[in-house]
Structure formats: C-alpha cells, structure tokens
C-alpha cells in the first residue's frame, strides 16, 4: 500500500507521524512459512527493511546519497537529520506470522524538511522507490533465509 499523504502515522511507543505530499508512506504486507528462518527472528524484519530502503534510494539516485542507517530503524543523513523509519507489526496463530511492515521516507518534501530531493538535487518517482524497495527487501530476505543472521550483525 503506498499513500500520497499521512495524516494519522504512528512509531515506535506512542509517537504520532503526519507525512505531507512529497513523502513516501509505504505499507507491506505479507506472510512468513513458519520454517523459514526470519520466522525464528523477527526483529530482523526492521533491519533489512532499512537496508533494502537505502540500497533502493542509491539506486534510482545512480550512485550512493549521505545516508546511513541508526539501529534498529531510522535512516539519518550523515549530519543527523532524520530522513526516513521503519515500523514491523507481526501477529502469528501458531502456523503463518502475518508481517505489516510501514515505511516513512522524506523523498519531495518542501523545507523544512530534510528530504532525498534536497540532499540530491533532484526529484525521485516515489511509486518507482516503493517497487525498489521491495525488490531489495525480497533479495535481503532471500540471502537473510538461505545464509542467517551473522551478515546482519557485522
């Protein structure tokens, strides 16, 4: 699910987000097997969503923005503006864990705002970020099943 505005977003505890036009307010959801191995470890969801936000943003960019990510699920500019987070909700019956995972991205926001365009220069199809970002997340989760965890945690 992918929306133009945001108007009653939330974060981690009780924080409350509104996202203006120009953001990207991203929701995936999806099923996991209960033998794959991401089942046993969940918190690695916001992790390698993270990663997989910021491989899309230097991909469409042609090359590596400013950006890192703050564990466990902010994305930062290198001079400490908060740019983007992630939010995983999970709930199981025993056989399948149904994932909502909620992305929130500055991409076109106007300033004040700390935004992708600012920092590159440029403006960013926000409908072509949220495919790219679910290409990478889809590879990571591969990699994530097939190879663990360790990667992750280097």
């Keep these: 699910m992918l929306a133009d505005v945001q108007i009653k977003g939330r974060g981690r505890g009780k924080n409350h987000w509104i996202s203006p036009v120009g953001s990207m307010c991203f929701s995936l959801h999806f099923s996991l097997h209960p ?33 890192h990510i703050k564990w466990p699920n ?32 500055n991409v076109n926001n106007a300033e004040p705002t700390t935004s992708l365009a600012k920092l590159s220069g440029k403006s960013f199809d926000i409908s072509e970020l949220a495919k790219k970002l679910c290409f990478y997340f889809a590879e990571e989760v591969e990699v994530f099943n097939r190879c663990g965890h360790e990667q992750f945690c280097e």
């Excluded at 089942?39 to 991909?59: G, S």
């Excluded at 399948?96 to 929130?104: N, P, S």
Aim: net charge positive; hydrophobic share 45%.
């Design 35 to 67: 033998t794959a191995y991401l089942t046993k470890k969940l918190p690695f969801v916001q992790y390698i969503t993270a990663i997989a936000a910021v491989q899309a943003v230097d991909a469409l960019n042609g090359s590596k923005l400013d950006i």
């Design 74 to 105: 902010d994305i930062y500019t290198s001079d400490g503006a908060k740019i983007g987070g992630v939010l995983v909700n999970c709930s199981s019956n025993g056989s399948v864990t149904k994932l909502c995972v909620g992305v929130g991205m």
